[in-house]
């Protein structure tokens, strides 16, 4: 540890610790007072500087006499939340997420169809199910909305890859965010969401990897359109 002048220091430092293994997942930190002599700052910046390392999910401030904090790995969902929020605060348009969503998506169909194993084919059927009857039962958008989302999340899951899983959940809490704002009627949301899931599912489930972007691509295509034409209304 090098002696720092300003709270940044301390959780850059810290940070850096963690995430290249000089402070392993599980370790406990050194405590406060150990910590402030190190830095040569004051106990309180210390304390600042851990819980915005909490907040980044890369320490667990655990309480007691057996408590302190501790190094942990950042979980998955801390990405996603973190896309989301960048996505509503900084005012991504839906422009910028369609655009976003046309590379990202079909990329994601293309490896799960690589990578998929028996697991994810089964919950990704599961899903194509439940969009049906969820359009069956009629309603507001809002129900196959949630339902596509979690079937592309199950499908980013698929492709095996962390940041994939992460980015998507992200992705699609801004989808329904946005996609409220724009009040679609469940027919003109979900009519082919039933159709075009059970395309993709179909085609991961081949291995075809080729023919799960290409459904991929015409089905968030046919989702821009859609948004749009209600932009545009």
């Not at 799960?112 to 194509?128: H, S």
């Not at 359009?135 to 980013?156: C, K, N, T, Y």
Request: proline content about 4%; hydrophobic content about 45%.
């Amino acid at each position: 540890m090098r002696r720092v002048r300003s709270f940044d220091d301390v959780v850059t430092q810290l940070r850096e610790a963690i995430l290249s293994g000089q402070i392993k997942q599980g370790e406990r930190l050194p405590n406060e007072r150990e910590l402030s002599q190190a830095f040569a700052v004051s106990r309180p910046t210390v304390r600042e500087a851990l819980r915005s390392l909490e907040a980044t999910g890369v320490v667990e401030v655990r309480p007691g006499k057996s408590g302190g904090a501790f190094a942990v790995a950042p979980p998955l969902s801390l990405v996603g939340n973190a896309v989301a929020t960048l996505l509503n605060l900084q005012g991504a348009s839906l422009r910028d997420l369609a655009e976003f969503r046309l590379a990202f998506e079909p990329e994601n169909a293309w490896w799960a169809a690589q990578r998929t194993d028996d697991d994810d084919i089964a919950q990704l059927a599961a899903l194509v199910e439940e969009a049906k009857a969820v359009m069956a039962s009629g309603g507001s958008w809002e129900p196959i909305g949630e339902v596509d989302a979690r079937w592309h999340e199950a499908l980013a899951r698929a492709t095996k890859n962390n940041l994939r899983i992460g980015i998507s959940q992200g992705i699609h809490d801004a989808v329904m965010h946005q996609a409220r704002a724009l009040r679609p009627t469940a027919e003109e949301y979900g009519a082919d969401i039933p159709r075009d899931l059970a395309r993709i599912t179909k085609a991961v489930a081949a291995r075809d990897p080729e023919k799960a972007r290409d459904l991929m691509r015409t089905h968030v295509e046919r989702f821009n359109k859609l948004n749009k034409a209600l932009r545009d209304s």
